[in-house]
């Protein structure tokens, strides 16, 4: 089945603050998600590129560093910045990497993020800055929904390079 290509999205944000808990469960689990879909996989079958694009760890790793700019962007958010900063990364050799290192990574940073909505107060969630890309108006509960809606979209490609290499 064809997916939706991440960036002919379209989003709809402008969600009720009492969607955060619910969102901050799908993004604690991510991890736990990567895990269950590796085990067992051979080391040199996460780290082969599929269809000239990323390896299952380099998509684990892209996560990684999204929650770098996302954590960013929630300060961004409170310091009443008016449009966020453009997302840039710092690549890494995932591929050279056991892949539990890997989600041992995406897990650390995942779990600032989560601990930092989680310290949001009420007033805190209802600022907002807009997303340089998207030029949408964003709170930290929409961000969060951006997140979950973006690893969602890489656990999918990742089913999608195993079921090719099945």
Known sequence: MKKLVW??????????VEMLPLL????????WRMEAKVKNIPDEILSQRWNNKWSVKQN????????AVNSQRIDQILQGVEV????????RDYNT???????AYF??????????????????????????????????VDLAFFDAEHDDHHL???????AAHA
Do not use: C, W
Not at 7 to 16: A, E, S, Y
């Open 84 to 91: 966020m900063a453009p997302a840039v990364f710092e690549p």
């Open 156 to 162: 999918v490609t990742i089913n999608e390079i195993l």
């Open 24 to 31: 901050l469960e799908r993004l604690n689990g991510t991890a």
């Open 97 to 103: 990497m056991p892949v539990q290192d890997v989600i």
């Open 107 to 140: 897990r650390e940073g995942r779990l600032k993020n989560i601990a930092k909505y989680s310290g949001l107060q009420e007033k805190e969630l209802q600022a907002s800055s807009i997303h340089p890309r998207l030029k949408q108006r964003m709170t930290p």
């Open 60 to 67: 684990i790793g892209h996560l990684a560093e999204v929650d």
């Open 7 to 16: 960036f002919d999205r379209q989003f709809t944000f402008g969600l009720p």
